[in-house]
């Protein structure tokens, strides 16, 4: 099992730029998530998904779209891009939507807005 | 609103000391409360969970929190510290389904031989 794998590993934007950051788990979840992690301040939720279909916005959803594409895959839209957008993004699953479960973390994607 | 604060961005310790990150926590319910380890380039792996029950939770490579609830604390301990445990850590909380977690600012284990 890979578990959670994200694409890019890095990616450098101009500023208005779009582009999406692509997350799949291979390991049959029925919630994924969407967070942002920037230095002091741990880890933001963006949006979630707590089954195939559905999506919700967490703490910082603004500038971000998403789409659930499938059990499997969940993206992360930036129309266009800002320099407040660079940062670390993380992809994460868990089996429910439930506080007892474990998410799972994907590697990150290292976002440079120019 | 819940919130988790993590004292400490930054803390060192020599190898073989005792590990103690500290969190607090704020939440309105019982929480469910999380450590989390970040190692360097890699995305966060779960160290220990308190959801219910016994309040001292054990985990993954020697670590251990306990769950107090009249100091809404969580903190996270390790008798002896190891090189290998430099990494930085995540203490999270989640009141409800959903599995919104809340994260603190994260602290710095830095190990010193």
């Known amino acids: 099992n890979a578990g959670v794998t994200q694409t890019p590993k890095f990616q450098v934007l101009k500023t208005g730029q779009s582009m999406t950051l692509q997350c799949a788990q291979d390991?049959?979840?029925?919630?994924m998530y969407w967070y942002r992690q920037d230095p002091g301040m741990g880890l933001r939720l963006i949006y979630y998904s707590a089954s195939e279909g559905t999506t919700d916005k967490g703490e910082v959803p603004n500038g971000y779209n998403v789409s659930r594409l499938n059990k499997r895959e969940f993206s992360l839209r930036l129309e266009s891009a800002a320099p407040s957008q660079t940062s670390v993004y993380f992809c994460?699953?868990?089996?429910?939507?439930?506080?007892?479960?474990?998410?799972?973390f994907g590697p990150g994607t290292r976002l440079t807005v120019t | 609103a819940q919130s988790v604060t993590q004292l400490g961005s930054h803390v060192s310790v020599s190898e073989g000391a005792l590990v103690l990150l500290r969190c607090n926590y704020s939440?309105?319910?019982?929480?469910?409360l999380f450590w989390y380890v970040q190692y360097p380039n890699q995305g966060l792996q779960l160290l220990l969970k308190?959801?219910?029950?016994?309040?001292l939770v054990k985990g993954i490579n020697g670590f251990e929190a306990e769950f107090k609830k009249s100091e809404t604390s969580f903190h996270l301990t390790k008798p002896s510290a190891h090189m290998s445990d430099a990494a930085e850590y995540f203490c999270a909380v989640s009141e409800w389904a959903g599995n919104m977690l809340t994260f603190g600012g994260g602290t710095r284990l830095m190990v010193k031989p």
């Open positions: 939440s309105s319910v019982p929480p469910y």
């Open positions: 994460a699953s868990s089996e429910d939507g439930l506080p007892s479960y474990e998410q799972y």
């Open positions: 390991m049959n979840h029925n919630s």
């Open positions: 308190y959801t219910t029950g016994a309040t």
